[in-house]
């Protein structure tokens, strides 16, 4: 879109949730003859009055987007505070690409891409590739909260800036903490998570929202009832393997807000069927698992709305995830033994447990692989030499990547941002790991599933939880009133307890994974056999081989549960078989032009 002045042009992807505001704001200092009605050209029109560091301090919402300065010759491109919408870009010959897919970069042009050794060790121990990598050398994503600036007369040196962190949001909020009570505190929660939910549910298409039973998902659902909507449209999956099912759990809360309930029921064939398609959904490698379930019900609200608000978020923002308590008590009985005594005991333990055998029920069978995955996973663990090493691990499918992937690349970014979270002020455990958390998974992973799982059936996810101001909020609250005695989220629960009965909310978490493990040595075997050919591994000149075979003859043994592992191994090679014609594993490739 091209504004009223001709100065700016701009390419544009999301939701300016506060658009209609903005344009009240600008009309009252220069009134403006509205060509329609849409956010994009609310937003041009802000950057020709306001400029564009105002405009992106004021704008609320989800958006990537490319704004060319025709005056100045330069171009803009500028990814949201939380990271909800992607942007990739790259220097390819003598032009300048961008894009919110990968796809659409690699197919504009006629070279093939060298792939990127260093992403893809990311990838084998993170489960996705984390910004600013991708999966190809010479295409960045760009990193939440931030702005790039090209100059046409000299693409190879870009201006890089961030407008909004959430780091500086962490800082901020250590430094100002609200000075209310507990109840107060609840009140202007719940007021500003009911401000986050109204502002998303404006829409002039079809709009529901995933329900899974969880705290996040039904609060979303909660506070979109308690906005006075009548009807209100819930989706939910179901699985026939009980352990994986929380349909039940969504079903009883939808029924008690009175929402309009849909669910699909799906078998483990179900699930199967959606794998060769990952690849292309997705462009790099993602090895999420949860990302199956998501994309089915996205494919199933997509069936009824356009438009769909999630419970993401909540988790990172206010403490929900079971590994922050396990980690600080795996490492508080670890820290008690010297490492120096540690490290040694770790080997030794690890190679005592790696000539057990469990291969029949005389010798305990599933329960007894169990429990030495369970000893296994602390042994590995005992050698590491603080929490956040600790906490990476947790964090890991391939606690060391160079066993099945010779590559030099050494990339504790996880690490590095708990060193970011000491040197802002904050100190305590958890906050680190919340930080690390909001400043890494949750758009590299979370909102990296969400985005393209919905977007391939042409549904928009939102996600009020995600809302800056609420982040702003979060980090001001005091950690002591967001965990307590081991549970997770105690003001979200308290705001949805004003909304439901306490046993709809009070019940372990689930999450939304699938029994991929056990789908290995079952259903899935033949595909993965494929995959994992010896010959082919060698061919490829990748992968250590026969350690990825050996790993995968362990798993199938049932001796380990290398599930996880190996699902990050069969993902990329999926998506390299699927890509094979435009990518180049030995640095060859030459960067052609558009």
Known sequence: MLSKS???????????????????????????????????????????????????????????????????????????????????????????????????????????????????????????????????????????????????????????????????????????????????????????????????????????????????????????????????????????????????????????????????????????????NLSSVWDEPFADSSQIPTYLVSKLTRQHVVVSLSGDGGDEMFGGYRRYWESVNIWERLNRVPQVIRSPASRLGAAVLGLRRSDNAANGGRRYSAKVAHWRRLLELASLESHPHLYQAIMSQWLNPKEVFPSNSNSPYI??????????????????????????????????????????????????????????????????????AGNGKILLKEVLKRHIPNELIERPKKGFSLPVGIWLRGPLREWAEVLLCPKTLEQQGLFNASAVRRSWELHLSGRWDLGGPMWNILMFQSWLLENASIVCVDGSASRGSL
């Open 6 to 276: 001709s100065r700016y042009v701009i390419s544009y992807n999301g939701e300016i949730y506060n658009h209609s505001a903005l344009r009240e704001e600008l009309e009252q200092s220069c009134p403006i003859e509205w060509r329609g009605t849409s956010d994009t050209e609310t937003l041009i029109e802000c950057f020709t009055q306001w400029g564009i560091d105002k405009t992106l301090s004021k704008i609320n919402g989800m958006f990537a987007f490319a704004l060319y300065d025709q005056d100045l010759r330069k171009l803009h491109l500028v990814r949201d505070r939380l990271g909800e919408k992607p942007l990739y870009f790259g220097v390819i010959g003598r032009a300048l690409v961008f894009a919110s897919e990968l796809k659409a970069i690699v197919e504009g042009t006629d070279t093939r891409f060298n792939l990127n050794f260093s992403a893809v060790s990311d990838f084998l121990r993170y489960n996705n590739i984390p910004a600013p990598k991708t999966i190809y050398e010479g295409i960045h994503k760009l990193l939440p909260g931030s702005i790039v600036t090209f100059d046409e007369s000299d693409l190879e040196n870009a201006e890089y800036g961030s407008y909004w962190s959430i780091e500086r949001a962490a800082e901020n909020g250590s430094r100002n903490p609200v000075e209310l009570d507990h109840a107060e505190i609840v009140d202007v929660l719940e007021t500003q998570l009911l401000e986050s939910v109204q502002s998303r549910m404006n829409s002039d298409v079809p709009l529901g929202a995933f329900l899974s039973g969880g705290v996040d998902s039904s609060l979303v659902v909660a506070m979109m009832k308690a906005t006075g909507s009548k009807s209100v449209n819930t989706f939910s999956i179901g699985f026939e393997e009980e352990a994986y099912d929380e349909a039940p759990y969504a079903r009883s809360v939808a029924t008690h807000l009175g929402t309009q309930h849909n669910e699909l029921y799906v078998s483990a064939s179900d699930a199967i069927d959606v794998i060769p």
């Open 415 to 484: 690490i590095e941002r708990f060193d970011k979270a000491k040197e802002i002020g904050l100190h305590d455990a958890f906050e680190q790991m919340m930080l690390c958390d909001a400043s890494t998974y949750l758009h590299d992973t979370i909102m990296c599933k969400v985005d393209r799982a919905s977007m391939a059936v042409g549904l928009e996810a939102r996600a009020p939880l995600l809302d800056h101001q609420l982040a702003e909020l979060a980090w001001r609250i005091p950690v002591e009133s967001k965990l307590r």
